[in-house]
Structure formats: C-alpha cells, structure tokens
C-alpha cells in the first residue's frame, strides 16, 4: 500500500511534524511504501527524506466553493495525479481546509485519514470531513473538546502518540556542561515560550520558591512559539532581573532533550491547554517525577499521583506545594520517577502504537 502523507508546515520544533517522523519510521515497510507530498523544502522535508521516504512534489490549493468551476478543475486534476502516482492512502497531519488532495482522494476513491494533533473546531463548511474516512485524535480529551465533533462523530477515533521510550531513558548527564552543580534541584520544562504553554506561569512559580529556598535552578527549553515574540521577551526580561541571580534560565531549542532531563530533578509543565502532553511522556520516560497542569490530554498520561502530580491550570499555590514536595524527599522523587518510566509500557511507547496504527491501516 503507498501511503501519502502531508502537511502544510515545514517545521520541525514541535510535536506535530515529530509525530509524523515517528508515525513513517513505525510504518511496516513490509507491507506499506510511505510518501510525503512536499509543497516546499525545509526541515520536516529534509528529515523525512532521511529517513528513507519518497519526496513527491505539488502544489496543495485550498478551493473556493464560490468558484465551482476553478474548485472542480483542481480537484479532478488532484485525483488524476492520485491515480498517476498509484496512491492507495492519503494520511494528513492536520484537518485542513477545502484542500484540493483532500478532495481529489474523495473523487478517486482512496481512504483519507485526518491525523489531528492540535486544536480544533470543525466548521460545516469545510468539505474536508465529507472527504474523511478517519479522524484521528491524540486523546480522548482532545477528541470531546472538538468543536462540531458531532460532524464527523461516527469517525473519530483516539490514536495516541507515541515516545521512543528507551531514547529518553538514555540521555546522559551533561550538568557540567550547563554550569548546574552536583547538589543544585534542576526543575525543567521543555515548550514553547506561548501564553498557551504558561511560562509566565512557570516563572511565578520558580520565583516564589527561590523566595522559600536555596540550591534551586530552573531550566526552560524551547523555541518562541508563533507570533509569541513580545511574550517569550517579557518573560526572558524577567527571569534576567538580577535579585534572581540568573537561577532561572532560557536555553532555546535543543536536539539533546534526553541528555537535559537526565540532568534534572523535577519536571514543570503548567500548561493552560494540551490535547496531548508529548514531552510528559518523554520526562517520564526519564524517570522524572512530573507536575503538571490537570487539563487536556496529560491526565491520560499521568493517570494516578503514583505516576506524577496535577494541579489545577493557574494554580500556582497548589504548583508551588506539589513541587515542594518533591524538593523535600528525593526518596520520593525517584519512587515516583520510577513508576511513571514503568507506567508508559503497553500505553505510549512505539510498539504499542505501531500495532494500533496498523490495525487502522488495516481497517482502511
């Protein structure tokens, strides 16, 4: 089966386009031949192509159902080119809207699957959901929250990403080289700098515990989120206020995650929204005990206080107390940090969703 898969952003700083390198890399070549349509180069493109994918090239047009007669042209022509390139699955990495390839697969009669990983409202409009075999969701949560679920109800269902368990767990320490000492309690979170993300939030809390105590570091790593500029500055220009003795610290993107979790104590994710929780996967993965906020997707992930700690979004009180009580008891830390590693097995590592992924390759 040759299976197209697609996505309009180049990117590859964020979850969704790594869930779509994982997603081709946990294909059975065996049985499935994975494409990417490319609209443009960048990184996304650069990476999938290393990892042995064929690069097709089109231009991807969103249509106007105003015009029918410009919008039936581009979608014959897309499913003329479908059938050209012998195209048996077209998998997208978003929903999408009014898309040409999306219709075009409709028309040749190839199964379209709409893997959604952010946010979502679904508008009557939008002739994506007629097109859609599947719509697949990150979490349960994420799926309910969809605005006009009931659109395309009887096709949605939950896929939940999936983290390379054993690459997280396997990360080195590197304190030395980020200037930490052996005795310091690095507290960490990996994001974007966004309001969504909750650095200020993060921030609020990291100062009011350096007012409590001594021996703390904060960590934050991550690029500026779109359009997020002015924010990220606000809160680069407060953690560099000098009474905070640049404890709190901004280190930017970084391709050495594993080694940055192995370097720390607890991790941090106040989030005010989450379909998911990607990269709470991945500290548990670490062993790292997690606090993180009760929203979206990342109960799903941490699923009991044996696992981790959750408190409510903006609660810093409760942020405050529940990292306290990790600061307070390394035993306890690493009791939990222990079972959290242990929980993921059988719930997000690969394997189990290679075999899910299949299974709905299957069903198409």
Known sequence: ??????????????????????????????????????????????????????????????????????????????????????????????????????????????????????????????????????????????????????????????L?????????????????????????????????????KAVDVFLDVAIELLRQRAGLQFLVVGPVGRSEQDYADRQMARAAHPELGGRIRFLGPRQDIPDILRSSDIFFLPSRHETYGLVVAEAMAASLPVVASNVGGIPEIVSSAAIGSLAPVDDRAAFVSAINLFIDSPERRRTVGRAARKSLDGRFDRATYARALEAVYAEA
């Open 1 to 158: 089966m040759r299976i197209l898969y697609f996505y309009s952003w180049q990117h590859f700083t964020t979850g969704s386009p790594k869930m779509l390198a994982t997603t081709v890399e946990l294909v059975d070549r065996s049985r499935h031949e994975p494409l990417f349509l490319a609209t443009a180069d960048g990184p996304l493109v650069s990476e999938l192509s290393g990892r042995g994918v064929e690069i097709l090239r089109r231009p991807v047009r969103e249509i106007g159902v105003g015009r029918p007669l410009n919008a039936s042209g581009s979608v014959m022509g897309a499913a003329r080119w479908l059938r050209r390139q012998r195209i048996d699955l077209l998998h997208l990495n978003e929903f999408g809207w009014n898309q040409d390839i999306v219709l075009g697969a409709w028309l040749a009669r190839i199964p379209v699957i709409l893997h959604v990983h952010t946010r979502l409202r679904i508008h009557p409009r939008n002739l994506n959901r007629f097109a859609a075999w599947r719509v697949l969701f990150v979490s349960e949560a994420h799926r309910q929250e969809t605005a006009g679920l009931d659109l395309v109800a009887g096709k949605a269902r939950v």
């Open 160 to 196: 939940h990403n999936a983290i390379d368990v054993e690459r997280y767990a396997g990360g080195r320490d590197i304190r030395g080289d980020l200037g930490l000492a052996a005795e310091d309690t690095v507290i960490t979170t990996v994001c974007q700098l966004s309001e969504r």
